[in-house]
């Protein structure tokens, strides 16, 4: 036990030592930067981001200290193995998350969590090879600087030890004051997660303080009080089967073919008929807009795909974790279109050009739930791809085409569409026209940052793919006028969010949940174009599932939890959005009035009417408002967490 002990003791040691290079590291940094993310370096707030970090040191130095422990009466080569195999992987992984965090902070303002770095783990390949790509000489730098640690590490933990057994009393009080001031820290953290006046502690220090106050933030169970306050949301109601479901609603008046297309991050003012300046870049959907309800203010669920696509599919808000959730258990209610209109009839079939595997989007959409033709990139590139690896949209629609050119069944279809190509970076076929000049980006270009400058090149690269992809929407609208189904058809086309090129200080997506990440459009081509015009309600993409239904007769399934909004409208109901990614945060919607409450940049109250660049924070001026969207925003986060904590798993899931 004594030796153990010496081992803790010296490996605590080098891993302390370690951790306060990269923070002298972090802080060198901070003192040196320009941007207006970063803080004034002071001292007592880095020296408490740095104790916060001492229940990390002890874990580390708890498991190398055992592992070196445990082989230190090994064979020397035995000895060289394990720390080669162990302790060069350990720093390794550390030092790339500590500094990958790092670099990411002095992009957006924000460390990586836990969570998001998780996630870079779910497309491991790729994830190495765009790295390789933009950081090749730090991934090196960072590996051989791990090396010589590796091999400096046993000498120095060996020096530490014999200290300690020197200095047998020294040591056993600094072993005291150590669980002392672990303790301690440990004891600290409530205060830290609920005092806000030492938010900049978490959120502007070192990058392992963040990752560890954010995962028992997202850890901590909901208190007594919030469990009372919280108003459950109407539509989270107890699992029903499809037949019990049919039972109450009867048959539906009318079963028209289904088409729904999901484009790709598309923001609502970037589309040629809601007025966006290039009038010619989308002629096909500025046609199908024609005969369609056009929805400009639609709002998405989330700000990245996989919460929003999964919430379009489902008809649920997103947020039922306190954490990213990838899915990996699907154990509550929930019903797909997919699955109503298969009940009544209908053959299903799902064509898309992404990996529906990333982030377990492929597992929440077939877990209790069945399509009967399920086509993504993997079946025609093989499992061996990258997460993100997608196929060119011209080959989806042909495949899709292909499919219906050989249906010999009678049944109604409903087939849904997911087109790429105007996901960052944009890439579209080498022979694709480009009307759109210039294109080619300089200098860094990288999903969470280029140069300010290369902006307009951004968007004319971004341009050139939506031409593509509306290309392809208007030869699959064409295709079905030639096998005269067009007429007949409902038909939706939505993109599952918006695109931001710095509007707020953001590109891409997945950041922050203003408009031109969420704000985005939805149209409804209906049976023989009956219903057509603008509508200026404001919607939530959760609201196309209840308004197929109520477009064949059939009331909304008690899963969904958006409305019927082609007959109706939602009027003073608000419109919730969640993102956990990479900077986490909630929002509501209430036209105009928005508020946000965001991880790195906290509440703010927007109005889209007085401020459309969202720039102005209102909370001072209109308390009273800010006041009831945060008590709306906390009632829809503690209903949905509550219900999915405690309720779900009560009630019994029918298989399809």
């Known amino acids: 036990m004594i030796v153990l002990q010496r081992h803790l003791f010296a490996n605590g040691i080098c891993w302390l030592v370690a951790i306060a290079v990269c923070n002298l590291a972090t802080i060198i940094l901070r003192l040196n930067a320009t941007s207006e993310q970063t803080l004034r370096f002071d001292f007592f707030t880095f020296l408490g981001g740095f104790l916060l970090q001492i229940p990390v040191i002890a874990v580390l130095a708890a498991t190398t200290g055992t ?108 072993a005291i004051l150590s669980y002392a001031v672990v303790i301690a820290t440990v004891s600290a953290y409530p205060f830290i997660l609920d005092n806000g006046r030492t ?7 070192f990058p392992m303080t963040y990752a560890v106050t954010t995962w028992l933030e997202s850890n901590r169970r909901l208190r007594t009080s919030q469990l009372q306050a919280a108003t459950p949301l109407a539509a989270l109601e107890p699992i029903i089967s499809l037949q019990g479901y049919a039972d109450k609603a009867g048959e539906p008046g009318s079963r028209p073919p289904v088409f ?13 008929f809601n007025g966006y300046h290039r009038s010619g870049i989308t002629p096909h959907l500025d046609a199908l807009a024609e005969d369609s309800l056009v929805f400009p203010n639609a709002y998405a669920p989330s700000n990245h795909s996989n919460y ?44 898309s050009s992404q990996n529906e595997n990333w982030q377990g989007m492929r597992r929440f959409l077939l877990t209790n739930s069945k399509i009967d033709t399920f086509f993504h990139s993997p079946d025609a590139l093989g499992e061996n791809i990258g997460i993100e690896t997608k196929l060119d949209d011209a080959f989806t629609r042909e495949k899709a085409q292909e499919f219906m050119a050989a249906r010999s069944s009678t049944k109604p279809l409903f ?10 970076p944009y890439d579209i076929d080498p022979e694709a026209p480009r009307p759109y000049q210039p294109s080619e980006v300089r200098g860094q270009f990288t999903f969470f940052r280029y140069p300010r400058s290369e902006i307009p090149r951004v968007i004319n690269r971004f341009d050139n793919a939506l031409y593509y992809v509306d290309a392809q929407v208007g030869l699959f ?30 590109p891409s997506h997945g950041t922050s949940l203003y408009d031109a990440q969420v704000k985005t459009f939805l149209l409804i081509k209906t049976p023989h174009n009956e219903l057509r015009g603008r ?31 082609v007959f109706g409208k939602r009027e003073d109901r608000s419109i919730f959005m969640t993102a956990q990614g990479v900077i986490p945060a909630d929002g509501v919607v209430n036209y105009p009035w ?63």
């Not at 258990?329 to 009544?344: A, E, I, R, S, W």
């Not at 087939?415 to 960052?424: G, K, V």
């Open 67 to 174: 592992v070196m422990w445990s082989a230190h009466r090994t064979p020397a080569a035995v000895r060289i193995a394990i720390h080669l195999l162990f302790l060069l992987p350990a720093v390794s992984l550390v030092t790339l998350f500590y500094f990958s965090s790092e670099f990411t902070h002095q992009q957006l303002g924000i460390y990586l969590s836990v969570d998001a770095f998780s996630v870079l783990f779910t497309d491991t390949k790729q994830v190495f090879l765009n790295a390789w790509h933009d950081a090749a000489v730090l991934i090196v730098v960072n590996l051989v600087a791990a090396f010589i640690v590796t091999l400096l590490w046993p000498p120095a933990t060996a020096r530490l030890r014999s200290i300690a057994k020197t200095h047998l009393t020294l040591t056993k009080r600094l």
């Open 199 to 205: 938010a900049q502690m978490r959120y502007n220090t």
């Open 260 to 272: 729904l297309i999901m484009l790709e991050a598309i923001s609502s003012d970037h589309v040629g």
């Open 308 to 351: 929003a696509q999964t919430s379009i599919s489902s008809s649920q808000y997103p947020r039922r974790r306190s954490r990213l959730d990838m899915f990996a258990k699907v154990d509550y209610p929930k019903t797909l279109l997919f699955d109503v209109l298969g009940h009544y009839g209908y053959e299903t079939a799902l064509f």
């Open 415 to 424: 087939l849904a569409l997911n087109f790429q190509r105007t996901h960052f």
């Open 477 to 506: 609208v064409r295709f079905l006028k030639e096998r005269g189904i067009y007429d007949d058809a409902i038909i939706i086309v939505v993109p599952d969010h918006g695109e931001a090129f710095y509007q707020n200080g953001y």
């Open 535 to 565: 509508r200026t309600d404001t919607i939530s993409l959760i609201d196309i599932n209840p308004s197929v239904l109520a477009l064949i007769d059939l009331p909304s399934h008690p899963n969904f939890q958006g409305i019927d909004v």
């Open 594 to 656: 928005k508020m946000i409450r965001c991880s790195r940049e906290g509440e703010r109250l927007i109005n889209v009417e007085i401020d459309p660049s969202e720039k102005v924070d209102f909370s001072s001026q209109f308390p009273k408002i800010r006041e009831n969207l945060v008590t709306e925003l906390d009632a829809y986060i503690n209903s949905q967490m509550i219900y999915y904590a405690h309720l779900a798993n009560r009630y019994y899931q029918p298989k399809y």
